[in-house]
């Protein structure tokens, strides 16, 4: 007993000591042991280390919060803190990031990644903010595999008529159509209802995204198509970002680096796992597949989605990078 009252005493004395002490909520749709949970766990432990615990910050995974869309929206309302998001609905408030979403443009990690560390990450990161939303940070999803529950998928061929869930994004869909499958748009919280129920035969994500979700219970074939490559963001709400001082801006920036950093790093570890990951839960894991009928299909359908508003000259850029 006396200890509690003691331990009140000093909480109280401590938070007048802070004052202003501010906590934040970290949102996204994955589970608490995936990718995006190791990097919100990391923006959670760096925002309290360099704030010296004037800031606190909690984690709301597993679509807690919504999905991806319904996330951003809460961003730009004010209603959310800070989210961790794939780019997958993002084109739909920022449309310069489709770029990022189109198919085969990015040729491995490292070329993304560096790509996204240079100033044309920076610049699309910049170009959030005319849409109400803070880019702090890239951080990363992974390359995106096909999976279903009816055949296994070897040549584009394969896909036909199959019932693919897609990312509500408008290059995915047309990408999907040019290969031939029959794409449906649907936030990630009901993804795994929809295969489990046979609302829908097939469904893509990376490796990190499969695994976390679980989805060998509900899928049985891995086509290891590596057709897009998925960036992930950290993103704040104007709300929050714009009151606060420099300095405590300084700090959500550092949280947002030290988060995509875990990131990529827990991406890095699922990749050389994978596969042995996927086939010891069942999975049959196609890797040995002719990827340029998939490229050229899925290309030449998706990528005047972004050319036709925007042109070349981004792609360009990206594509030159070494
Ligand atoms: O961001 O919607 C998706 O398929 C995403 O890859 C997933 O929510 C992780």
Request: net charge negative.
């Amino acid at each position: 007993m006396k200890h509690v009252v003691l331990g009140s005493v000093a909480t109280i004395a401590l938070m007048g000591a802070a004052q202003a002490q501010q906590s934040v909520v970290v949102g996204h749709t994955l589970s608490p042991t995936s990718h995006y949970a190791v990097g919100a766990q990391a923006f959670i432990a760096t925002l309290e280390e360099v704030s010296g615990g004037a800031f606190t910050g909690t984690e709301a995974p597993a679509g807690q919060l919504g999905g991806e869309r319904d996330m951003i929206e809460g961003l730009q309302i004010g209603s959310l803190d800070v989210v961790i998001t794939s780019t997958g609905p993002l084109g739909n408030f920022v449309p310069e990031v489709l770029a990022l979403d189109l198919p085969f443009l990015f040729r491995d990690y490292d070329h993304a990644r560096t790509v996204l560390d240079s100033d044309i990450g920076q610049e699309l990161l910049d170009r959030m903010r005319d849409s109400d939303i803070v880019g702090l940070a890239w951080s990363e999803n992974g390359f995106r595999h096909v999976t279903n529950s009816q055949r296994p998928v070897t040549r584009p061929e394969d896909m036909a008529g199959l019932k693919l869930r897609t990312m509500e994004n408008r290059v995915h869909m047309a990408a999907f159509e040019g290969m031939g499958a029959a794409p449906t748009p649907m936030a990630f919280p009901e993804v795994f209802g929809a295969l489990q129920q046979g609302v829908v035969d097939g469904q893509e994500n990376p490796i990190t995204v499969i695994t976390a979700s679980r989805f060998w219970e509900v899928q049985r074939y891995v086509t290891l198509t590596g057709h897009v490559y998925s960036p992930a963001v950290v993103l704040g709400s104007p709300f929050l970002i714009d009151g606060l001082s420099e300095e405590e801006q300084g700090w959500f920036l550092e949280a947002a680096r030290a988060s995509a950093a875990a990131t990529r790093a827990e991406v890095d570890r699922l990749e050389a796992e994978g596969v042995a990951l996927l086939r010891d839960n069942g999975m049959e894991v196609i890797t040995e597949i002719d990827r340029a009928p998939f490229q050229a299909a899925a290309a030449e359908a998706a990528w005047p989605v972004y050319t036709d508003t925007f042109g070349t000259e981004l792609l360009e850029r990206i594509i030159a990078v070494e």
